[in-house]
């Protein structure tokens, strides 16, 4: 079931059907951890998506595991800043501002790096970057690292607000696409595992190009939890592909796997970083 505290208009799933081995665990566990999951599309979309990762860390950390968002970017980094999660999924530039904090490590990140899609409808008429000129182009959060290498992609192809390209900030990756295909703007960025998953839904998307590969999404834990546990939590996520269970939660969530992080592999996302710390600035 879904719970709504109506002040923070954060949404958590609860665990509602479990099999006897997550009965067990629930019933061992002292208290429930919690996961946070940056708020990269709707809470329906990313409940839906990562439950069999929830079922499968309850089952492998004896622990309840809720998950959790939040309604925005910024409140999402404020709960992780204030350690409200015990594990988070989170983008490369906002696990350097947890790492930074002291607050929690990084141990593990996907296989496939990520990347930004530029998407055209794909009956559409824009076969070539040069046609987005003069055309709106919707992009996810503006703090998002897809925006901020989008764009800058974009603009390295002449693509800016001197050859009249409107910029359209979306609440999500999938709002961008709904918005892309009901006519609203001409092109969306989004991630790569984003226009994986709508492909695979036979969406009419066309992907026209694609950034250079940045650092992977992070999987944090916070660094008070026990030795034992946040250990167990990376070999739970690095050794999914080798575990029946494992890779029956990666089917049901069209994942390839996920590895362990090297500790300075997020580093060059930095830039990025300072671009929002920047802008967090330039509001105040």
Not at 137 to 165: D, Q, W, Y
Not at 184 to 206: C, E, G, H, M, W
């Amino acid at each position: 079931m879904f719970l709504i505290k109506p002040r923070s208009l954060r949404l958590v799933l609860l665990l509602v059907f479990v099999s006897p081995l997550a009965a067990h665990a629930l019933h061992d566990s002292e208290k429930p951890l919690i996961f946070g999951f940056l708020p990269s599309r709707s809470s329906v979309a990313l409940f839906k998506q990562y439950t069999p990762l929830r079922d499968y860390l309850t089952q492998q950390l004896g622990h309840t595991i809720i998950l959790e968002t939040a309604a925005d970017y910024s409140s999402f980094l404020q709960d992780t800043n204030n350690r409200k999660y015990d594990f988070v999924l989170t983008a490369p530039h906002f696990a350097l501002l947890a790492i930074d904090s002291g607050k929690y490590e990084a141990p593990v990140t996907y296989t496939k790096a990520l990347m930004a899609d530029i998407l055209v409808a794909k009956d559409g008429p824009i076969t070539d970057l040069s046609q987005l000129a003069g055309k709106k182009i919707a992009l996810p959060p503006e703090s998002a690292i897809i925006s901020m290498a989008g764009r800058h992609f974009l603009n390295l192809h002449g693509l800016t607000k001197a050859t009249g390209v409107t910029y359209v900030y979306s609440n999500s990756h999938n709002a961008g696409i709904h918005a892309m295909l009901a006519g609203d703007v001409s092109a969306t960025v989004v991630s790569t595992n984003i226009t994986l998953q709508f492909l695979k839904k036979n969406a009419p998307i066309r992907r026209l190009a694609t950034t250079k590969a940045l650092p992977g999404m992070a999987f944090l834990v916070a660094r008070d939890l026990p030795d034992k546990l946040r250990r167990a939590y990376g070999h739970a996520l690095t050794q999914m592909d080798d575990t029946q269970a494992g890779k029956a939660a990666l089917a049901k969530m069209g994942y390839p796997g996920y590895r362990e992080a090297r500790p300075q592999e997020f580093e060059s996302a930095r830039p990025y970083l300072q671009i929002y710390n920047n802008s967090q600035k330039a509001k105040r």
